[in-house]
């Protein structure tokens, strides 16, 4: 499930759902097996070096407000709690 804005996607596989820079966005897996999301950035920005901080595990053990300090770091921030009270499709 992804929301952009006001809209929410069920995607499945093979689905492509398009972001837009400073428009809202939230993403959630609601289904059973594994799930799949393949994002890119255009202009990527910091977002590799975002990622990267991810993947060493910097945020394992943040608290929220670091965790969006390093967010904001990176030219983003969160703006919409995530995804948690759905219908499953």
Same mark, same amino acid.
């Given at each position: 499930?992804?929301k952009?804005?006001?809209?929410?996607h069920?995607a499945?596989?093979?689905?492509?759902?398009?972001?837009?820079?400073?428009?809202?966005?939230?993403?959630?897996?609601?289904?059973?097996?594994?799930? *799949?999301?393949?994002?890119? +950035?255009?202009?990527?920005?910091k977002m590799?070096?975002? $990622? #990267? /901080?991810?993947?060493e595990?910097v945020a394992?053990?943040?608290?929220?407000a670091e965790?969006?300090?390093? *967010?904001?770091?990176?030219? +983003?921030?969160?703006?919409?709690?995530?995804?948690?009270? $759905? #219908? /499953?499709?």
């Amino acid at each position: 499930m992804i929301k952009v804005g006001d809209e929410i996607h069920q995607a499945k596989a093979g689905d492509s759902v398009f972001g837009p820079g400073k428009v809202p966005h939230s993403f959630a897996k609601v289904g059973k097996g594994e799930g *799949r999301l393949l994002m890119f +950035f255009q202009p990527a920005g910091k977002m590799e070096e975002f $990622f #990267k /901080k991810l993947s060493e595990g910097v945020a394992k053990n943040m608290s929220e407000a670091e965790q969006d300090k390093i *967010r904001e770091e990176h030219g +983003f921030k969160r703006v919409v709690p995530p995804i948690k009270n $759905f #219908k /499953k499709w």
